[in-house]
């Protein structure tokens, strides 16, 4: 018995490296699905009786794209347009791009060589802008398998998501009571993650987007989108956008939307994420908020963008699965 079970889990260790290693290239789409799978599961719940759980399942699926990942991707693409048009008023060497290197200089002592930014570009980059090119239609055709994939599990998430559970119920040897812990734990931490991290990005974006727009800073949809990518992370912040926007704005001798932008992100920018994030986040997902930054930073550098997630997920579960083995399973002294 004791072969059999040793060969066992040696062909279980094998073949699950085995799965890891085909997963592995389209993690970033796996790690999507399963996390689009539980936004969108309390509605598939609903639906499902109804009209059946694949068709409800399909409607969810197309009803994502239409009313989330299109207007999404329609948004990076006009803040991608407007970024083009940021850099080619640099790559004319515009005055005011002058100005502000000046400001920088003048404030942080840090001597800025030559004041047209080709000449912060190699001679030799010609060559390596070609073969980024040739490696950008590359990852497109990895996209787009991602996606497929993406779109496939999500689906079949939706469809046989309560099956799949119950399999990892029946196969762990562990207690109910002990199992409904992890869960509930599991529930609240990603929850929190999702609605303290993304909300309050959201909210970050749009605000400063609004601020922008009333200071009349151009190319304020790219802007917004740097600005709720950069709130993903905490500690930077929105901070990083509307700062050096107000600076701009005083350097271009315009000292009244300046200001305004200055007070705004102050009182109202600020605030709202110093405000929001520990609330929502903090307490929804339970965590240290030490553990939660390092979670999120540690998250990302382990398993890309969807770290963002996962890593505070990572640590919530850790920190769970510990407390249980201390209470149930450690000597008793």
């Known amino acids: 018995m004791n072969r059999e079970r040793g060969f066992l889990l040696f062909l279980i260790a094998v073949f699950g490296l085995l799965a890891g290693l085909l997963i592995k290239p389209f993690l970033q789409f796996v790690l999507a699905a399963i996390l689009l799978s539980y936004v969108l599961?309390?509605?598939?719940?609903?639906?499902?009786?109804?009209?059946?759980?694949?068709?409800?399942?399909?409607?969810?699926?197309?009803?994502?794209?239409?009313?989330?990942?299109?207007?999404?991707?329609?948004f990076f693409a006009i803040a991608a347009q407007q970024a083009a048009t940021i850099l080619q008023a640099i790559l004319r060497g515009d005055p005011q791009v002058f100005e502000l290197l000046d400001l920088f200089e003048r404030y942080t002592g840090i001597t800025i060589e030559g004041r047209n930014i080709r000449e912060f570009i190699p001679e030799d980059s010609t060559s390596q802008i070609v073969d980024n090119a040739m490696s950008i239609f590359g990852g497109i055709s990895d996209a787009l398998i991602g996606i497929t994939i993406l779109a496939f599990l999500l689906y079949y998430l939706l469809v046989d998501g309560e099956t799949l559970l119950r399999w990892i119920r029946r196969s762990t040897p562990l207690p109910a009571s002990v199992q409904d812990e992890l869960y509930g734990e599991m529930n609240?931490?990603?929850?929190?993650?999702?609605?303290?991290?993304?909300?309050?990005?959201?909210?970050?974006?749009?605000?400063?987007?609004?601020?922008?727009?009333?200071?009349?800073?151009?190319?304020?949809?790219?802007?917004?989108?740097?600005?709720?990518?950069?709130?993903?992370?905490?500690?930077?912040?929105?901070?990083?956008?509307?700062?050096?926007?107000?600076?701009?704005?005083?350097?271009?001798?315009?000292?009244?939307?300046?200001?305004?932008?200055?007070v705004y992100g102050t009182l109202v920018i600020s605030l709202s994420d110093n405000y929001l994030r520990p609330v929502v986040s903090g307490r929804e997902a339970r965590l240290n908020p030490g553990l939660l930054v390092v979670g999120i930073f540690g998250g990302v550098y382990a398993f890309g963008f969807m770290g963002l997630f996962f890593g505070p997920i990572v640590l919530g579960v850790f920190r769970s699965l510990v407390t249980v083995f201390a209470r149930e399973y450690a000597p008793r002294v």
């Open 41 to 74: 599961y309390p509605l598939q719940k609903r639906l499902a009786p109804r009209i059946g759980p694949r068709i409800s399942a399909l409607l969810l699926l197309v009803t994502t794209t239409l009313v989330i990942l299109v207007p999404i991707a329609t």
């Open 188 to 262: 609240q931490v990603m929850w929190g993650v999702l609605v303290g991290n993304v909300l309050v990005a959201v909210v970050q974006g749009v605000l400063t987007g609004i601020g922008l727009a009333i200071a009349g800073v151009p190319g304020v949809v790219f802007w917004t989108v740097v600005t709720t990518l950069l709130s993903l992370l905490p500690i930077i912040g929105a901070s990083v956008v509307w700062l050096p926007a107000s600076g701009y704005l005083f350097v271009v001798n315009r000292p009244i939307p300046a200001l305004f932008l200055f």
